[in-house]
């Protein structure tokens, strides 16, 4: 099979609510092929046969008859190419938004691990070119009336001439079969390793200023070209696959073109069939080769949409969600049992058993690496405990305010209404944009921002949402002097009926705002006090 039942399905699934104008599309081709294969070569014959025999008026009816039925016929396929776009375009936003979904429900390690270019690259150019599938069915479509139409002409006008064309498609069967295979894993390589390389790709972009101060072009390149060559490679070999396959089955095609236009010029010179059905003859094996061309040539886009619709398929399959944890019943708002964590031979967290109580303002510190972000992203959810588990109680809310943190496209208070609505809090936002001095930052874009009034961004963010635990990693990192003390004391009121656990490296300054600490020693080892 060059397409699996499973990847069959798929894409019937994603073409399903298209069917209205994929109906209308498959019937536009449809006519056009019918209109193609079989009038043209019919209306070669009579016209040719009209005027062996000095009939002027028949081959005069014809003749306007046929520049009529060419013209609609352009006009169809005028009609036809944009009907395709636009079920192209409707297609692959459809899979974009789509896979935006199923990139919401991953674990957060596996886009921290993988980075945005490659997911950039997964939802953007890989549903581009699944949408490609809507081109796949029209060839099939095409190249089916006109082999069926062709073909039935082409008897019509000689069978026994037509036998010799159709010996040759069990062969071009096996052909397929022989590469599909091939081309469809090779399709997979290629995008997966695309995918790998603009995450390359951006962070090449990003470090801009570093490589600028220090002088990098050289390497930066170098990282690129090298990270260039997997996908190059597998493009490569993806053509040579799919060339070789091409020009075996052409070559076989042409002589079966031959052949018939031999065994046709021999039945004319024994009086067997008229000019008139040669000419006619040799335009339907025209068509009739044509479109097996085409379905032969389709067939290495096949194998490679197999390998797009086996990666869109993955990439979209349900997974258990890891927060099922938190359904498990808790005494305390949350809870950690023995709970185990490390990146590779870094231990971060080792047996740590904690409970965190509805009031608790919880102090976390500890040196530059040893773990506190990774132990705030395990609290939240983002990271799952390698040992032991972590437990949210039930009906209990949690707001994070993490590093790295990002608004939604569009400008901060775009980002502020859209936050007030799904919360219900509008006079909240209002007094948070207001005691943390964010007038001015409204219309701007959350990147044009300073630092620090990013930071208070995620302050307001997270505050904005109505929880039962509040995490932050470094509120005041990068606040001025003056409006630290305000800024704790801002968080201390939003928050007095709730948990807060917050890392600050200033801590010991503000202990008087918390009543526990945690203490991070980074071999694993964590002090509670
Ligand atoms: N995805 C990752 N893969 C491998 N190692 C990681 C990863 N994320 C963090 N680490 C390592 O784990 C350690 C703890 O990182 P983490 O960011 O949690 O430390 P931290 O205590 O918050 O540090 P800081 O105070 O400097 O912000 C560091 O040595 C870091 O290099």
Same mark, same amino acid.
């Given at each position: ?239 040579? *696959?799919?060339?070789?396959? @091409?020009?075996? +089955? $052409? =070559?076989?095609?042409?002589? #079966?073109? /031959?052949?018939? &236009? ?25 068509? *009739?080769?044509?479109?097996? @061309?085409?379905? +032969? $040539? =389709?067939?290495?886009?096949? #194998?490679? /949409?197999?390998? &797009? ?221």
């Amino acid at each position: 099979m060059i397409i699996s039942k499973e990847n069959l399905s798929t894409a019937a699934d994603i073409l399903k609510p298209h069917h209205k104008k994929l109906g209308l599309l498959f019937f536009l081709t449809a006519i056009q092929a019918v209109m193609f294969s079989a009038i043209d070569p019919l209306a070669m014959k009579f016209l040719i046969d009209a005027l062996s025999e000095g009939d002027v008026q028949t081959f005069i009816y014809l003749a306007v008859g046929v520049t009529f039925i060419a013209t609609f016929g352009r006009v169809l396929i005028y009609y036809t190419a944009l009907t395709s776009q636009k079920i192209k375009n409707d297609l692959h936003q459809n899979l974009t938004v789509e896979m935006a979904e199923s990139l919401y429900n991953k674990p957060y390690e596996e886009i921290a691990e993988k980075g945005r270019g490659y997911f950039t690259s997964r939802l953007h150019d890989e549903a581009r070119q699944l949408s490609g599938v809507v081109d796949v069915c029209t060839t099939l479509i095409s190249g089916f009336f006109v082999s069926v139409i062709g073909l039935s002409v082409a008897i019509w006008l000689s069978w026994e001439i037509t036998l010799a064309l159709v010996v040759i498609v069990p062969f071009l069967y096996f052909l397929a079969h022989r590469f599909s295979g091939k081309i469809s894993s090779c399709t997979e390589r290629l995008h997966e390793t695309e995918a790998q390389f603009k995450s390359i790709l951006n962070k090449a972009i990003d470090s801009f200023k570093y490589v600028k101060t220090h002088s990098l072009i050289n390497q930066a390149q170098h990282r690129i070209e090298e990270g260039i060559t997997e996908p190059l490679d597998a493009r490569y070999k993806n053509t040579k *696959i799919a060339a070789m396959y @091409q020009s075996i +089955s $052409s =070559v076989f095609l042409s002589y #079966a073109e /031959l052949s018939v &236009l031999i065994a046709a010029g021999i039945q004319v010179i024994l009086g067997a069939i008229t000019i008139g059905s040669l000419f006619a003859l040799t335009r339907a094996f025209g068509m *009739i080769v044509g479109a097996v @061309q085409q379905l +032969s $040539s =389709v067939i290495p886009h096949i #194998a490679a /949409l197999n390998g &797009l619709l086996e990666r869109y398929r993955v990439f979209t399959q349900k997974v258990e969600s890891p927060q099922g944890a938190s359904e498990i019943a808790a005494h305390s708002e949350l809870e950690l049992h023995n709970v185990g964590f490390s990146y590779g031979d870094k231990q971060i967290l080792k047996d740590v058993s904690l409970n965190v109580n509805h009031d608790d303002k919880i102090l976390i510190s500890g040196g530059n690496g040893v773990g506190k972000s990774t132990f705030l992203n395990l609290l939240a959810g983002f990271y799952q405990p390698q040992q032991g588990r972590i437990t949210l109680a039930k009906d209990k809310e949690m707001s994070t305010a993490l590093y790295p943190f990002q608004f939604l496209p569009g400008t901060v208070k775009e980002n502020f209404n859209t936050l007030s609505l799904k919360w219900d809090s509008s006079g909240r936002a209002e007094a948070l944009i207001n005691e943390l001095g964010l007038q001015e930052c409204l219309d701007v874009n959350y990147d044009d921002l300073s630092e620090g009034q990013k930071k208070k961004c995620q302050i307001a963010a997270c505050l904005l949402k109505p929880a039962n635990i509040y995490v932050l990693d470094e509120p005041l990192a990068n606040i001025d002097d003056q409006s630290k003390e305000n800024i704790l004391g801002l968080i201390e009121r939003y928050t007095k009926k709730a948990a807060v656990l917050m890392i600050m490296h200033e801590g010991n300054n503000f202990k008087d705002k918390f009543t526990r600490f945690i203490d991070l020693k980074g071999d694993g080892k964590v002090t509670v006090s």
